[in-house]
């Protein structure tokens, strides 16, 4: 019988449905039936806190299980109720200049003799894993981000979980928004990408949605807002992604610095635009950041089964040695892409299909007509 080690690793914001993919990699690679038609059984290694678990001398040596843990079927019996990652994350690049760990983190991944590295990510992680693909590294990346902002894969893990919590969050709003007679205003997050906020939006049945993808007019926005009140309403939700901007604006950023992916640390437009609507039109409005309550709770039904066909898919590629792809899921189907197609590119809301630009919110025609 063949003995290959795997490891596997997450990195990058944390969310729900990774604990379920983690928990199904280990099942699949160790599953005794499978091992018996393959003629390999698999090692499987968990890597702590994203990459830099992989960029410090040995991290084989160091005590605790600090930095590599060695997972089995009873370990990760019960992972896929949880949030978050139980092998912990983080947003080390070891392409950072302020790191410049690449060497080390290649030399550690031979030295521990691995197979191959399965990457929970996304678009910064993955790009990452892109990188150590071209250099000759076996990887696979499997997609995870509440954004759902990589591309060639129509799901990303977090997402729907994080969708159930804009809907149970704006639902507990309204009564206090009722009993006010206020406007509420919530920011959700979503980064340069509109997802959460758009379905977010359709899910809760916000008045109106902005987003990044459609600069908004503040004209339009009290026009829309004085309407609903002529016609009755007593309150109003309106979501708003942190990426968002009015046109000719820019997005507003909680502070300048960048993280290690580059990314701004964008924040603070739902206020803005609770504090213009109130200027201009004196109805009384608060605003919300749903934060990273976004990113919490356990995961969802949804999340539990793509965290498990992912976990699946991952291992199967490991097998068929099939390396530098990321698992997708497209047209209805679990399939897969290179990972070279997603690094550095972002998936967007296409308006023309998807967003009403004179309502301010999810589309209102839902039967293709093309
Ligand atoms: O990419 C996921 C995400 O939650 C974004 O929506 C958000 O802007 C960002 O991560 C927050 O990053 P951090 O957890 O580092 O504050």
Redesign the pocket.
């Known amino acids: 019988m063949k003995v290959s080690k795997i490891a596997v690793l997450t990195g990058?914001?944390d969310?729900a449905g990774l604990n379920p993919a983690l928990k199904w990699v280990v099942k699949t690679a160790m599953d005794s039936r499978l091992v018996k038609e393959r003629g390999i059984r698999y090692e499987v290694l968990g890597i702590r806190e994203g990459f830099k678990g992989l960029s410090v001398p040995e991290p084989w040596n160091i005590s605790a299980e600090e930095h590599i843990t060695y997972l089995d079927e009873e370990t990760v019996r019960t992972w896929d109720r949880y949030g978050g990652t139980m092998l912990g994350t983080s947003?080390y690049s070891p392409y950072d200049p302020q790191c410049n760990t690449v060497d080390l983190v290649i030399k550690n991944i031979r030295e521990l003799g691995l197979e191959a590295l399965i990457v929970l990510g996304?678009d910064g992680t993955l790009s990452i894993a892109s990188r150590l693909a071209q250099s000759g590294v076996n990887v696979i990346g499997i997609p995870k981000?509440?954004?759902k902002d990589l591309a060639q894969t129509e799901y990303t893990l977090g997402f729907d979980t994080a969708l159930n919590v804009i809907t149970e969050e704006v639902d507990r709003l309204r009564t206090t928004a009722g009993s006010h007679r206020r406007i509420f205003v919530v920011e959700t997050?979503?980064?340069t990408a509109g997802w959460?906020a758009l379905e977010g939006g359709e899910a809760c049945g916000a008045y109106i949605t902005l987003i990044p993808e459609y600069d908004f007019s503040f004209a339009r926005v009290n026009e829309l807002l004085l309407e609903g009140k002529k016609k009755g309403a007593r309150y109003e939700i309106i979501l708003v992604a942190?990426g968002a901007k009015p046109v000719g604006g820019t997005e507003i950023v909680q502070r300048e610095a960048v993280?290690s992916f580059g990314?701004k640390?964008?924040g603070g437009i739902g206020a803005f635009v609770a504090d213009e609507i109130q200027r201009i039109t004196g109805l009384e409005t608060r605003s919300i950041v749903l934060s990273?309550l976004?990113?919490g709770g356990s995961p969802s039904a949804h999340d539990r089964r793509m965290g498990r066909h992912f976990g699946i898919a991952a291992v199967e590629l490991v097998v068929k040695q099939d390396y530098g792809k990321m698992v997708c899921f497209r047209d209805g189907r679990i399939t897969t892409s290179p990972l070279q197609e997603i690094q550095g590119k972002v998936r967007r809301v296409d308006v023309s299909t998807l967003y009403d630009v004179e309502r301010y919110g999810g589309r209102r025609s839902v039967l293709s007509v093309f």
Do not use: F, K, S
């Open positions: 990058g914001g969310c947003r996304g981000t509440i954004d997050m979503g980064r959460l942190e993280d990314h640390d964008l990273h976004q990113r």
